[in-house]
T-cell receptor
Framework: GIQVEQSPPDLILQEGANSTLRCNFS?????LQWFHQNPWGQLINLFY???GTKQNGRLSATTVATERYSLLYISSSQTTDSGVYFC???????????FGQGTELSVKP | NAGVTQTPKFQVLKTGQSMTLQCAQD?????MYWYRQDPGMGLRLIYY???????DKGEVPNGYNVSRLNKREFSLRLESAAPSQTSVYFC?????????????FGNGTRLTVT
């Protein structure tokens, strides 16, 4: 099956710093989503991005499907950005996804 | 608009007991999913329902059964709970027929089996 690897596994930032999270996957996919799990355990969908680039406020994501990776950029980080960021991929447009292990982000004030 | 609602939020079972986790969505989505999350691991798919009346196994279906009661509701049943089923369970929904279809999660059920 598809392997999904995220890096780095942990990241500590000072408030205001920028960061890049990476997701590598082992097979061609046509569904890729990024999620944020906040410290209370809620999972929020950030992006549905099987290819190309999208931006939403301070967050943006780029997926290069031909090279099998995706990047999540967080600019001017805030303490509320803390939590775990998951990348998940799939073969179809539904929610049958394979999740990576996540990147745990801690933003210090 | 509540999105995806799961009940209960917390549950403690003894080994061998049974229980049903409930999930309902109000977004008129066709597809619904059950995932589990264990410490240090990402989420893993247990079962899914692509549309009302259909269910299929995911990555880790052993020990579970599901029922797609109607378009809104998708329940997960543990017939004889085991300590290995201690986990956080998430229900989710999406609507792949609409093309771009992000996955929406409920707030989870934290289950402990002693």
């Amino acid at each position: 099956g598809i392997q999904v690897e995220q890096s780095p596994p942990d990241l500590i930032l000072q408030e205001g710093a920028n960061s890049t999270l990476r997701c590598n996957f082992s097979d061609s996919v046509n569904n890729l989503q990024w999620f944020h799990q906040n410290p209370w355990g809620q999972l929020i969908n950030l992006f549905y991005i099987p290819s190309g680039t999208k931006q939403n406020g301070r967050l943006s994501a780029t997926t290069v499907a031909t090279e099998r990776y995706s990047l999540l950029y967080i600019s001017s980080s805030q303490t509320t950005d803390s939590g775990v960021y998951f990348c998940a991929v799939g073969y179809n447009q539904g929610g049958k996804l394979i999740f990576g292990q996540g990147t745990e982000l801690s933003v210090k004030p | 608009n509540a999105g995806v609602t799961q009940t209960p939020k917390f549950q403690v079972l003894k080994t061998g007991q049974s229980m049903t986790l409930q999930c309902a969505q109000d977004m008129n989505h066709n597809s619904m999913y059950w995932y589990r999350q264990d410490p240090g691991m990402g989420l893993r798919l247990i079962y899914y329902s692509a549309s009302e009346g259909t269910t299929d196994k995911g990555e880790v279906p052993n020990g579970y059964n599901v029922s797609r009661l109607n378009k809104r509701e998708f329940s997960l049943r543990l017939e004889s709970a085991a300590p290995s089923q201690t986990s956080v369970y998430f229900c989710a929904s999406s609507d792949p027929g609409q093309g771009i279809s992000p996955l929406h999660f409920g707030n989870g059920t934290r289950l402990t089996v002693t």
